[in-house]
């Protein structure tokens, strides 16, 4: 009995052409997997928390476009700021203010040139019930302790409501004894669940409830104060980012159309120029 080697099938050329085809193929997109992943990162991004909603569609957007990732981390502005300053590991503060961002480049812990204001809120009395003729000065009809105002040691927005109180006709007995929460966003819970009668609420915040089926109001219920300046909020990317790609693409994109668009969508104004 005799053995031999079975016989190969001989390569033609078209086939050969068509192995080395796929073999570059592969090669390339072996190459683009690996170039992708090396560029790819994450950053944590600290969110006033009117803006909380806002921040997690450009995160998904941003994520569809890109490789990096992002965690949504939201709070009032002060708590956040001072959280960066006590070591926090956040990479971008978009604050409800353009104090926080500033003080942070100020010591050292925003990289330079990074702050910029990225969006213009609006702020409004919100009085359920309240009278046909709704403004500030019929406010002294109720309770200090019926109207409800965003902390204003820690929010921006809190801080606007004191300001615009305090240009009216209230004394300071009553301004004391006004509702003090958190942030503006559980201003709108708690004027939506009657837990207080009227409170200074941000646009944004009323838009992404209303839209998420958490509120309802009508037209007349609020007074948007337009003789009001635009809340401008402004952000900073943290020196730990300053060489973080996930960091630096999100402050790139702020700019961008459909970014814009989504700022827009929840109530905010863009602003013409950096302030």
């Known amino acids: 009995m005799s053995w031999a080697w079975p016989e190969r099938t001989p390569v033609t050329p078209y086939k050969l052409i068509l192995r080395l085809r796929w073999l ?26 009117n803006f909380r909603d806002t921040a997690l569609a450009i995160a998904e957007q941003l994520e569809a476009t890109s490789p990096h990732r992002y965690q949504i981390i939201a709070g009032s502005t002060g708590k956040l700021a001072s959280q960066i300053i006590n070591g926090a590991p956040f990479d971008i503060l978009m604050a409800a203010d353009q104090r926080r961002p ?80 958190d942030n503006v966003n559980l201003v709108t819970g708690w004027v939506a669940t009657g837990q207080a009668r009227a409170g200074f609420v941000a646009r944004s915040a009323m838009i992404t409830a209303k839209r998420g089926g958490e509120i309802l109001f009508g037209t007349d219920d609020i007074v948007w104060l337009k003789d009001h300046p635009p809340i401008a909020q402004a952000m900073a990317v943290i020196t730990r980012a300053a060489d973080n790609p996930a960091a630096t693409f999100w402050a790139r994109q702020l700019g961008t159309g459909p970014i814009q668009s989504l700022l827009e969508r929840d109530g905010y104004r863009i602003p013409q120029v950096d302030q």
């Open 102 to 181: 500033r003080e942070l480049e100020l010591r050292g812990l925003a990289v330079p040139g990074s702050v910029m204001t990225y969006a213009l809120g609006e702020m409004g009395l919100w009085w359920p019930e309240g009278p046909d003729a709704l403004d500030l000065e019929k406010l002294t009809k109720l309770p200090a302790g019926q109207v409800c105002i965003a902390n204003p040691a820690v929010a921006p927005y809190g801080d606007a409501a004191i300001a615009v109180l305090s240009a009216g006709s209230m004394d300071a007995d009553w301004l004391d004894g006004l509702i003090r929460v």
């Open 24 to 49: 570059q193929t592969l090669s390339a997109s072996l190459l683009l997997l690996v170039t992708t992943c090396s560029h790819a990162a994450e950053a944590r991004i600290a969110v006033a928390s």
